[in-house]
């Protein structure tokens, strides 16, 4: 067993190192949590998260080390009494000598809106609770990514769960399990808490990505882990889809799939923005790991030929906020297009500051650009309060000695609300129509 764990480590830091990018400094990370074994029954859930999953449904997933466990989860909106029951689907993967326990998805509903409701997972054990989104405005968002499982990342969480919000959004790097299986089951445990109350919805950063030539896939685990509506909306790829709560479309794009003009992904994203009905959903957000408009050093250049290929497609369509992570700072745009402020672009936000293992990226390039408005290398977090159909509050919470303080703050108007959308109406037609 210790000769199987020194080979898989060995294996690992190999395949690490190789991934490295970073050639900048980043100062005082904290060190990774240390988690005791806790041994449970083997039918215990464990790892329990919750997703979106239609307009009236949420995804329940849990692990359990039970193979024979059920896939049901017993749900209603008083305690210990559960009106409803649904029956799931799981699933489980091996990677190099680390196997996987077995993986539940569980779709429930329909659920009613701005409701609590407790659950039970797998017929037996601990009861959880949950609360819907409301089906109208506000409706608010907290927003953070590159969290990894440090010091850092717990002091995050508790911010986060201080915060009123109805919806977690993550743009990538969650786990920073980086080959070693067991931290995301470690990392499961520790968002255990904030993720079994309040839907998870996640895209996939450069930490998912555990590709090993020949042998493995890059996306494995955290596909096996974090299933995402991507049926529901119509994708074939856990790695992009889209879903709509109260009058908010929020697209979720892969930085690391392909995104050219004949990829499946462009194909997909000009089939969703196609169905987006701003008189329903007046405001349109797009989130990706990799930012666009970076003025930090760290990772400076790599988001542009996926912004080459798509920026002018999210242009026509009138995206309100792109929120990405990567870079481990804050950093927040004017609205801009194509390099300039444009009152029709969308308002860029950076906000790879969760708390993960690698530290800070402090190194910023000067003069600061045009576009950019304030940037940061702090950790913290991100709330979008969206009002009503014209104005939403974005504010930036900077982790200062483990107090959550306001750092950034700005009122964004909807593009709908400037005109944006209805002179951009033609434009988004002819490019959703061509071939
Ligand atoms: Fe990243």
Redesign the pocket.
């Known amino acids: 067993m210790e000769l199987m764990k020194l080979i898989t480590v060995t294996v690992s830091l190999f395949i690490s190192v190789t991934v490295i990018t970073a050639d900048y400094v980043r100062p005082q990370p904290r060190k990774t949590l240390h988690f005791q074994l806790n041994p449970k029954p083997s039918f215990y859930p464990q790892q329990v998260h919750i997703s979106l999953a239609g307009d009236e449904s949420m995804r329940v997933t849990w692990v359990t080390d039970d193979d024979s466990s059920p896939s049901v989860v017993e749900y209603g909106t008083l305690p210990g009494r559960y009106s409803s029951v649904a029956q799931g689907e799981s699933t489980s993967y091996n990677y190099l000598f680390y196997s996987s326990g077995k993986i539940h998805h569980t779709v429930i509903g329909p659920l009613e809106h701005d409701t609590v409701y407790f659950y039970r997972c797998g017929g037996q054990g601990p009861e959880f609770q949950l609360k819907t989104p409301p089906a109208q405005f506000p409706v608010t968002f907290a927003v953070v ?2 969290l990894g499982q440090t010091g850092w990342t717990k002091s995050t969480l508790n911010h986060i769960d201080q915060c009123k919000y109805d919806v977690h959004l993550l743009p ?2 969650l786990s920073y399990a980086d080959y070693m299986q067991h931290r995301w089951d470690t990392f499961g445990e520790l968002v255990q808490p904030l993720a079994s109350a309040k839907p998870w919805m996640v895209t996939e ?3 998912e990505q555990e590709n090993i030539p020949l042998l493995k896939d890059g996306f494995e685990s955290y596909n096996a882990r974090w299933k995402m509506p991507f049926e529901e909306s119509g994708s074939s790829s856990n790695l992009y889809y889209s879903f709509e709560v109260a009058g908010v479309h929020i697209i979720m794009l892969g930085s690391y799939t392909d995104y050219d003009e004949q990829s499946d992904q462009f194909s997909w994203l000009k089939a969703d923005l196609s169905k987006v009905d701003r008189t329903k959903t007046p405001w349109l957000l797009v989130l990706f ?2 930012p666009w408009y970076n003025s930090n050093k760290a ?1 400076k250049g790599e988001g542009d030929g996926m912004m080459a290929a798509m920026e002018s497609l999210l242009y026509a369509a009138s995206v309100d906020m792109v929120l990405a ?4 700072a804050y950093e927040r745009s004017k609205r801009v297009n194509n390099g300039r402020p444009d009152p029709c672009g969308a308002v860029h936000i950076t906000i ?1 500051d969760g708390g993960n293992r690698e530290g800070l990226a402090h190194g910023y390039i000067n003069p600061q650009p045009e576009w950019s408005v304030f940037r940061e290398a702090s950790f913290g977090h991100g709330e979008l309060k969206i009002v009503n159909s014209t104005h939403a509050f974005w504010s930036w919470h900077r982790n200062d000695d483990d107090e959550p303080v306001r750092s950034d703050q700005v009122w964004i108007t909807s593009l709908v609300n400037s005109g944006c959308v209805s002179e951009k109406k033609n434009e988004l037609r002819d490019i959703l129509m061509a071939p």
């Open positions: 990514g590159d990538g790097d950063g450069n930490h790991h990799v990772h992570g990567h870079v481990h790879g």
